[in-house]
């Protein structure tokens, strides 16, 4: 899945939050990626795991609040 594949959204499920709140994760490819990059910084480092998820073509506001900023993320939700 890309950025521009959009089919997995609901029609409304990006204008339907309203600014502050928190959307339902829709990408669970992402969720599984960035679990994963999370779980290898301790042995492979920071840089590995952001270089990790460029490569997977996470976008780089999600893999930069994931990684800098692991109390930010999101309860597992499945």
Do not use: K
């Amino acid at each position: 899945m890309n950025m521009n594949d959009m089919r997995d959204l609901a029609p409304d499920a990006v204008s339907a939050a309203s600014p502050g709140t928190r959307r339902q994760r829709i990408d669970q490819r992402t969720r599984d990626l960035v679990n994963q990059a999370v779980a290898s910084v301790p042995t492979l480092g920071l840089q590995r795991a952001a270089e990790f998820l460029a490569t997977m073509n996470v976008p780089a506001e999600v893999a930069v609040r994931s990684l800098v900023y692991p109390d930010r993320r999101r309860a597992n939700q499945g």
